[in-house]
Structures are given as C-alpha cells and as structure tokens.
C-alpha cells in the first residue's frame, strides 16, 4: 500500500506560481511513476503531469512551458512547479502514483486562480 499526502495548493491571482508536494509513504520501492491530475466540478479527473522512476517527463499540452515536475527520490516527494497561473488552472490537484497496474490517489489541494 502507498499512501500519499499533497500540500501547496491555495488562492493566487492570475501569472502567478504554486509549488505543490506530494509525500509518498509506504510500500513506495515498487512506484513506477508519480504524477498529477486535476478535476473541476462536474467533469472528469484530468492528467497533468507524470514523471517515471527513469527521470523523463511527459505533460498535457494545456501546461507545456508553465509547469515542471520534478521527484526527490530519497525524500519519496514529488513536486509540480506551476508557473504562469491562469483562471483555467483552477481545479482540485491530485497526486498520483503508479505500481505496475495499480493506481493510489493523494486526497487532493485545491488551487484556485483569480483573474
């Protein structure tokens, strides 16, 4: 089992930035990847962002440039650095992480961005 912890989300105004965490703990040596998805009310949990235990990176096209994911591997954390805010980015952020098949959620932050 993988339990994981975000922080970081609160109100900020429009081209400004966030830094979310997210602390793995647990059974963690088998997580594949890590990442993060978003919903907003009434729709779907999108992906966001994904980093593999290799190091590479993969991004929606809508943060492409204004988001970094990163991973602390011995702090069992990983990171989105979120640039450049924007009203549309408003949303519940939730961590992820992958073990082979099996999925395990964050209870989620929310960010909320002001125009």
């Known amino acids: 089992q993988v339990h994981l912890v975000e922080s970081g989300g609160g109100l900020v105004q429009a081209g400004e930035s966030l830094r979310l965490s997210c602390k793995a703990s647990g059974s963690t040596s088998n997580i594949n990847a890590m990442g993060w998805y978003r919903r907003t009310p009434g729709k779907q949990r999108l992906f966001v962002a994904r980093i593999f235990n290799s190091g590479m990176t993969t991004y929606t096209d809508s943060v492409k440039g204004r988001f970094t994911i990163s991973r602390d591997s011995a702090k069992d954390t990983v990171y989105l650095q979120m640039n450049s805010l924007e009203p549309n980015d408003t949303a519940m952020y939730y961590c992820?992480?992958?073990?082979?098949?099996?999925?395990?959620w964050g209870q989620g932050t929310q960010v909320t961005v002001s125009s």
């Open positions: 992820n992480a992958k073990e082979g098949l099996v999925d395990y």
